[in-house]
C-alpha cells in the first residue's frame, strides 16, 4: 500500500473557513415544509407546530444560514399569502411543483423557526413572477420598525420587532427554461437591479445574492455570469451557483470523482467574479453563495399532481452518496477564499439528510459526512498538498484515491479524508511542516459494507459515523489507515 502524504504549513492558509457554508435549505416543496418540519398533527409538534425530533436532528448538523421558501418555488410565491391571521390566508394553486399551497407556515413562521434553531435567516425573493417592488416591500415587512405599511402589517401579527434579515436572494435558477418568468440574462439582470436598489434603500445593511448559472451544462453558463455581474455592478454581494450530481452509470469510482468538477464549477465562477471586477475597475469583488448542492438521480418526481404535501423526491442515499457529499464539503474549504455561504439541498424528505415518515424519523447517510465537517468548521483552512496514489476517472480525469481538506483552529488541527478506493485500504499520513503533531483529540470514522448500503426504516444505523481510535502520532506526524469507501474526520492536538 502506498502512503499518501498530506503536508500543510499555518502559514500556507486558505481563508478563514465562513460558517455560512455550513447552510441549509427549506422549500415549499413535496413534504420538506409540510410533515417535515411544521405538523402541527404530529405527536412531535411543540407549541409552534414544528416537529421536535426533526428539529433536534437538524440541531445536530449545526446548521447556519437557511435558504428559504425557495427553490423554483420562490418564482411564483407572493409573499403576502403567507401572512396575516393563519384562517385567512389563501390556498393557492402552485405552479413550480403542481402543487396546493395552504400557506399555513409564511414568512413569521419560519423566522420563528430560524430563532428556535439558531439559523440565519436568507430569503429568495420572486424575480419570476413577482415585481422588484414586491420584493423591497418583503425587506420593509422583515426589517423596518413600525411605524410603515408593510412593518405595520408585522406589528399587527405580534411581532413588534423587526427580524433584521440580512441575506436575501434576488430570485432562483432565473438563467433555466423551466423557471416561472424564466428571461434572458440582460432581462433578470435588469429587474434584479431594480429590486437590489429598493431593496437596498429600504435596508442598506442588506447583502444581496444575484442568480448567476444554475449548472454547468446550461448554454448560457458564463455568460449569464458575466452580464448580470456587470449590470449590477456593486449592488452584488454574492453570486449563486448550483449543482446537483448524479451516478446513473453506476460507475463509483467516477462518481466519486465528481468533487474535481466541483473544484473546477467554484474556480470558473470565481474567475468570472474576478473579470467582471477588474472590467469595471471596482474594489468590489463579489463572492459565491452554492446555494442549492447535493446528489439527486434516483428519485425525480417533481409532480404534486394538486395535492398538498405529496411525495416529491424523496431520494434515499447510500453510503457512496454520503462521500460525494463529503467531496462537496472538502471543495468548499478547499476554496473558503471564495465560496462563502452554501446551502445543502434540502433539509428534511426532499434530498434531504433527514426522512420522515407519519411520526418516525430516519437519518439517512449524507447526515453524517455533514455533521462530521460542520463540528470541526472553526478555524483557518489550510492549503493542502497531497503526493500519493491516484486514478483515472472516466469523467472527471486524474483523481487522488484520498481527498483532503484541513482547518487549523489555533492549537487544534482539524484533517477531514475520504478514502475513494472501492476495495483496498489506504493509508494517510500528515504532517504540518512549522509544529509537532501531539495527540489525538477525536477523531470519527464513516464507512458501511458497500457503496450503495443505505439506512431503512428496519435497519437505520447501517450507514453512521463511530468514534474512531485508529490514528496514531508518531514524531510530530500522524498516520491512519483509512478503511476502503471511507470518510474520517479528525482533531489534533498541536505541540
Ligand atoms: O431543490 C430542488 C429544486 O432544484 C429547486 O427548487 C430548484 O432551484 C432546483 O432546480
Redesign the pocket.
Known amino acids: 500500500m502506498q502512503t499518501t502524504l498530506l503536508s500543510l504549513h499555518s502559514r500556507f492558509p486558505i481563508a478563514s473557513v465562513d460558517e455560512r457554508i455550513f447552510g441549509g435549505?427549506i422549500?415549499h416543496?413535496g413534504r420538506c415544509v409540510y410533515e417535515g418540519l411544521y405538523d402541527p398533527s404530529s405527536k412531535h409538534a411543540d407549541a409552534d407546530g414544528f416537529r421536535s425530533d426533526v428539529c433536534g436532528a437538524l440541531k445536530r448538523l449545526g446548521m447556519t444560514a437557511i435558504r428559504y421558501p425557495?427553490?423554483?418555488?420562490a418564482s411564483g410565491y407572493h409573499w403576502l399569502d403567507g401572512v396575516g391571521p393563519r384562517d385567512a390566508r389563501p390556498t393557492v394553486r402552485e405552479l413550480?411543483w403542481q402543487s396546493s399551497e395552504p400557506n399555513r407556515f409564511g414568512t413569521d413562521e419560519y423566522l420563528r423557526l430560524c430563532a428556535v434553531m439558531g439559523w440565519t435567516p436568507m430569503l429568495t425573493v420572486n424575480l419570476g413572477t413577482g415585481t422588484p417592488e414586491e420584493a423591497r416591500n418583503w425587506v420593509e415587512y422583515c426589517n423596518c420598525p413600525g411605524g410603515t405599511k408593510y412593518a405595520d402589517l408585522r406589528v399587527a401579527g405580534g411581532n413588534d420587532r423587526p427580524y433584521g434579515v440580512k441575506l436575501w436572494c434576488l430570485g432562483?435558477?432565473m438563467d433555466?427554461a423551466w423557471q416561472l418568468g424564466h428571461v434572458p440574462a440582460d432581462q433578470y439582470a435588469i429587474r434584479a437591479q431594480q429590486a437590489a436598489k429598493m431593496m437596498k434603500d429600504t435596508d442598506k445593511s442588506i447583502a444581496l445574492v444575484a442568480c448567476g448559472s444554475?449548472g454547468v451544462s446550461i448554454p448560457t453558463y458564463m455568460e449569464w455570469d458575466r452580464i448580470v455581474l456587470e449590470y449590477l455592478g456593486d449592488q452584488a454581494d454574492y453570486v449563486s451557483l448550483?449543482r446537483?450530481v448524479e451516478n446513473r452509470a453506476n460507475d463509483t469510482a467516477d462518481f466519486l470523482a465528481v468533487t474535481n468538477a466541483v473544484d473546477r464549477q467554484i474556480e470558473e465562477m470565481d474567475a468570472v467574479c474576478r473579470f467582471v471586477q477588474a472590467r469595471r475597475r471596482s474594489r468590489k469583488r463579489a463572492y459565491l453563495c452554492f446555494d442549492?448542492w447535493n446528489v439527486w438521480y434516483k428519485n425525480m418526481e417533481c409532480n404534486g399532481q394538486g395535492k398538498f404535501a405529496p411525495h416529491l423526491?424523496e431520494e434515499v442515499y447510500n453510503l457512496e452518496d454520503a462521500l460525494v457529499v463529503a467531496g462537496f464539503l472538502h471543495s468548499f474549504l478547499r476554496h473558503a477564499d471564495c465560496v462563502k455561504i452554501a446551502n445543502i439541498?434540502?433539509v428534511v424528505n426532499?434530498?434531504a439528510p433527514v426522512l420522515t415518515q407519519g411520526d418516525r424519523m430516519l437519518i439517512q447517510s449524507i447526515f453524517y459526512p455533514f455533521e462530521m465537517f460542520s463540528r470541526r468548521r472553526n478555524g483557518v483552512s489550510l492549503r493542502p498538498a497531497v503526493e500519493g496514489p491516484a486514478y483515472e476517472g472516466k469523467t472527471h480525469g486524474r483523481t487522488n484515491y484520498i481527498d483532503v481538506s484541513a482547518v487549523l483552529d489555533g492549537q487544534r488541527m482539524h484533517v477531514f479524508a475520504t478514502n475513494r478506493a472501492p476495495d483496498a485500504e489506504a493509508e494517510l499520513a500528515v504532517r504540518i511542516a512549522d509544529a509537532d503533531i501531539a495527540a489525538l483529540d477525536s477523531a470519527e470514522l464513516l464507512t458501511g459494507p458497500d457503496a450503495k448500503a443505505a439506512n431503512s426504516y428496519e435497519n437505520p444505523d447501517v450507514i453512521r459515523s463511530v468514534e474512531w481510535r485508529e490514528p496514531a502520532v508518531r514524531n510530530g506526524q500522524a498516520v491512519a489507515k483509512l478503511p476502503p469507501l471511507s470518510l474520517a474526520a479528525m482533531t489534533f492536538r498541536l505541540a
Open positions: 435549505f422549500e416543496m425557495g427553490g423554483n418555488f413550480a432562483n435558477e433555466g444554475c448550483h446537483y442549492e423526491v439541498a434540502q426532499v434530498i
